[in-house]
């Protein structure tokens, strides 16, 4: 077991003590240990001393328990003993002080605690030490906790030493803000005389890092602002990733980043693409995930900078020197807070305030980096107004072949102008031709189609009417009956295919006026499968339908009667005699994310989706045949039973259809194991 550390109190020595070596401290990683476990003989033992100057523990998502001992040896003058933590970001620090009776004091601090719970109303998190009798011992137990950097400096110190330093902190900082106020609005009036955006970058730059500053380092929102100190996570991660952002943006303008090649142009937009993907996900990500990032890109964008002065340095771009020192000051003081955030070294106030240092001095370098701009661009105006008042007389003297030139140059233009004329209105035309061609073979293609679709039914029906007149005392019922059969047959392909032409006519005239009503689609599926049933009988097929119950949907009637007719009607004809025919009605909740080539929707969100399945057990599709599928008169090689063909018209009619409901249709097939056929509509 570690012994508990005693720090000594005496006003007459000194009313200040910083708080360090003589502290024990204890990790809990489960978060659950309270006091009386703590106290415990088996946790007591396991305390540990802390290795520097201050308790500092980096990032880390566990709590820490610190155990020191006070001897008050005599008391103030004025006020009490304070104890403070003095990092503005801890998020939960529970103070408990033991009087030697035994009693328990228990203070609650920290960044999440509301401003008007605290015990001490300030930025660092105070407690007042319980009066005791000189000489007495008082046990101290913290446990701090923070998604941010989990660093404690502690100190002990009179209530007047305490109104004197704070006094002392708060002059230097407002002192910085206002010159970052000052420098931010001279070079904002400086934007607005000279139209630069180097210099508005800059504005947009002090401005975002000073308010990192003011959220992060000093924790003056805790103070100032304390109904946001909620905020403070994210306006850390924000701030510092805005302020990446805007000085990314001022290394461009101020030092010509183009002129150097793509490749730092380049890399300058990368980090500023990383800034705004780490400011859209920031709340995705743990903090303290976050803030190491923000330490990262942090150093990246700086050493961006460096790099990029270096070279216009070498370049012989003078300001550059002002903008490597400036980037210089601040890589330093960055470098000593990022590591103190690491606990690589100790995180002493001079430390903690070492980014805030080497960012002022960084923001007065930059400023002089831009007046020497100012001065090196009046320099190149003079220069370029002397090289203008030498070249007016040269210019006198050639204005005649000027206005020839442009005179030639003019008459260049018109006829190239009359040149692009008549190319444009040789593709017109050339167009229009291919599009006649098209148009002439889609006429022959289909009137072909459409003439030997009808002269076989006319040829069948003929032929088996001409039977039963000739020999009609001669054939029994059963055969006249099956000739008659095949006749109603070849009279329904007739009207498929006329009622096919009707719409294909109508759809392309732009007929489609759809009217969706919530209906019961698995009433209206069974309605057309019993139409279809004496079809199926008579190719010895079995009509199969699966469902998972009464579905309703919001659709057009006319329009998915229309679909169902199609598919259900190619699903019999291609199917071999004594196969099955299985239609399936389901509902999902969104799009399936099966690739297809007819999806029109182009979205994916999650929606209440009606699905249609009709699969036959025929031959199946060649890989020919689906790329054909859904279009105009194609018919398919793969798929043809007992001589049954098509005009292709069917499934286009589908497609246009399925697309006009905002929905899409696509087969799932394999040569030889039949195929599948599925609609998916929005409803």
Known sequence: ???????????????????????????????????????????????????????????????????????????????????????????????????????????????????????????????????????????????????????????????????????????????????????????????????????????????????????????????????????????????????????????????????????????????????????????????????????????????????????????????AAYFLAAWMMFFTGAVIFILSNFAIIPKTPLVQFSIQIGSALEMLLLSFALGDRISLMRKEREAAQKAALQGEIYRLRTIELAEANEEIARQKEVLEEQARDIEVANAALQEQNERLRELDNEKNEFLGIAAHDLKNPLGAMRGMVEVLVMDNERMDAPDRLVFLRQTLLTIDRMVELVRNLLDINAIERGGITLSPLRLDVTSLVREVLAEYEYHAASKSLTLRFETEGEITAKVDRKALRQVLDNLISNALKYSPKGKQVTVRLLLTESFSDKPSETDVLGYWQKLSVLRIEIQDEGQGLTEQDMKRLFGKFARLSARPTGGEHSTGLGLSIVKRLVDAMNGRVWCESEHGKGAKFIVEIAG
């Not at 005693?6 to 360090?20: H, I, S």
Request: aromatic residues 14%.
């Open 1 to 319: 077991m570690l012994p508990a550390q005693v720090l000594v109190l005496d006003t007459a020595k000194a009313e200040q003590y910083f708080v360090g070596r003589g502290v024990a401290f204890l990790e809990d990683a489960t978060l659950r240990l309270s006091l009386d476990s703590v106290r415990s003989p088996a946790m007591q033992s396991r305390f540990r001393g802390i290795p520097g100057a201050f308790p500092n523990f980096s990032y880390t998502a566990s709590a820490y328990w610190l155990r020191w001992n006070v001897v008050v040896a005599n008391a103030p003058q004025q006020g009490q003993w304070l104890l403070s933590a003095n990092y503005p970001s801890l998020e939960f620090v529970d103070m408990y002080c033991i009087l030697p009776n035994g009693s328990i004091t228990e203070i609650r601090c920290g960044a999440r605690i509301p401003w008007q719970e605290k015990h001490f109303r300030h930025r660092n998190h105070i407690a007042t030490l319980p009066e005791i009798a000189f000489g007495d011992t008082l046990t101290l137990f913290m446990r701090v906790q923070s998604r941010m950097t989990l660093a404690v400096p502690l100190e002990i110190l009179t209530e007047r030493r305490f109104a004197e330093n704070d006094r002392a902190e708060m002059i230097p900082m407002w002192m910085y803000y206002g010159v970052a106020f000052a420098m931010a609005l001279y070079n904002l009036f400086l934007f607005i005389a000279l139209r630069d955006r180097a210099y508005l970058f800059y504005v947009l730059y002090v401005l975002f890092y000073g308010a990192f500053i003011f959220v992060s380092v000093n924790g003056l929102v805790f103070q100032q602002f304390p109904l946001y100190a909620w905020l403070v996570p994210s306006l850390v991660t924000v701030c510092s990733l805005v302020g990446n952002i805007a000085a990314l943006l001022f290394a461009k303008e101020f030092l010509h980043l183009w002129e150097f090649g793509k490749w730092s142009v380049r890399l300058g937009w990368c980090l500023q693409a990383a800034c705004v993907v780490g400011i859209v996900l920031h709340g995705l990500v743990p903090i303290s995930v976050m803030h190491r990032l923000l330490n990262l890109f942090a150093v990246l964008v700086i050493v961006f900078m460096i790099s990029n002065a270096v070279i216009a340095i070498r370049r012989g771009f003078r300001p």
